[in-house]
């Protein structure tokens, strides 16, 4: 998967870096050990609307804890749920430790495309830095990068407060 990310990025003539490192399960052993000075360091979060099939998936600096109810509100949800393992796999072909934006270009959008929820810290950090889908790698670049991705793919951003 970190080749699929880096050609993908390539094709989009995006100046980013990949950093190799051992495994990392947390945001914060990924912190520890990705240190990079001036960027801000992201969770992801596959969530489900917990009365309907709706899926979206969240990003938030490492450190903010996830409202489920306040995050829900913001797309006229009343509660999120963790996605089952199962479904992250099949919706975005990833596993847990391993999610981030990134997995939307495995996403089957002919099925359903989950909306993007990013906090507005990460917003309008100047850079940021994801997993490739592979927790031994990292994915450093600049937020105007970033949106460039977000924007190939035409993903529905919703900016979150």
Same mark, same amino acid.
């Given at each position: 998967?970190?080749?699929? !990310?880096?050609?993908?990025?390539?094709?989009? /003539?995006?100046?980013? #870096? &990949? =950093?190799?490192?051992?495994? *990392?399960?947390?945001?914060?052993?990924?912190?520890?050990?990705?240190?990079?000075?001036?960027?801000?360091?992201?969770?992801?979060?596959?969530?489900?609307?917990?009365?309907?099939?709706?899926?979206?998936?969240?990003?938030?600096?490492?450190?903010?804890?996830?409202?489920?109810?306040?995050?829900?509100?913001? !797309?006229?949800?009343?509660?999120?749920?963790? /996605?089952?393992?199962? #479904? &992250? =796999?099949?919706?975005?072909? *990833?596993?847990?430790?391993?999610?981030?934006?990134?997995?939307?270009?495995?996403?089957?959008?002919?099925?359903?495309?989950?909306?993007?929820?990013?906090?507005?810290?990460?917003?309008?950090?100047?850079?940021?830095?994801?997993?490739?889908?592979?927790?031994?790698?990292?994915?450093?670049?600049?937020?105007?990068?970033?949106?460039?991705?977000?924007?190939?793919?035409?993903?529905?951003?919703?900016?979150?407060?």
């Amino acid at each position: 998967m970190i080749n699929k !990310v880096t050609d993908y990025l390539d094709s989009l /003539a995006v100046s980013y #870096k &990949l =950093l190799r490192h051992q495994a *990392v399960v947390t945001t914060e052993e990924s912190r520890k050990i990705v240190h990079v000075e001036g960027c801000m360091s992201c969770k992801s979060l596959y969530v489900k609307d917990k009365k309907s099939d709706s899926y979206y998936l969240v990003v938030l600096p490492f450190d903010k804890r996830a409202d489920m109810r306040g995050l829900a509100g913001f !797309v006229g949800c009343a509660k999120f749920e963790f /996605a089952a393992e199962e #479904k &992250l =796999l099949a919706d975005l072909g *990833v596993h847990r430790g391993s999610v981030s934006p990134f997995a939307y270009l495995n996403e089957d959008t002919s099925r359903y495309s989950a909306p993007l929820l990013i906090d507005e810290e990460v917003w309008n950090a100047d850079k940021v830095k994801f997993h490739p889908c592979d927790n031994t790698a990292t994915v450093v670049l600049a937020l105007c990068d970033f949106k460039r991705f977000l924007q190939s793919i035409n993903k529905r951003v919703v900016i979150v407060k």
